[in-house]
């Protein structure tokens, strides 16, 4: 498989990993590795943030947008009655 990114450039380069969220080929230069919290959630509305993260690979494209709902959903939480000291600890960050 060919990365995505690279032929839409016009080279080719071997993939070594799909976008999470769009399912793009990616390769070692494009493919955006990030970790995403794992959280679990208890009766009585407590959600716990374990100590393990998952790894997830991104394209640029998909990355940026995810980081943009990231932004809006912080900028709501500080209105919000949520401390943003928790709010979007349970996002995908860098």
């Given at each position: 498989m060919i990365c995505y990114e690279c032929q839409q450039a016009g080279k080719r380069r071997d993939t070594v990993a799909l976008c999470n969220h769009c399912s793009a080929a990616l390769c070692q230069d494009h493919a955006q590795v990030?970790?995403?919290?794992?959280?679990?959630q208890y009766p009585v509305c407590k959600k716990v943030i374990l100590p393990l993260r998952a790894r997830v690979f991104l394209c640029?494209?998909?990355?940026?947008?995810?980081?943009?709902?990231?932004?809006?959903?912080?900028?709501?939480?500080?209105?919000?009655?949520?401390p943003a000291s928790v709010a979007g600890r349970d996002t995908v960050t860098a």
């Open positions: 990030l970790a995403d919290p794992i959280t679990a640029s494209t998909c990355k940026d947008a995810l980081q943009q709902t990231n932004e809006n959903s912080r900028e709501a939480s500080a209105v919000s009655v949520v």
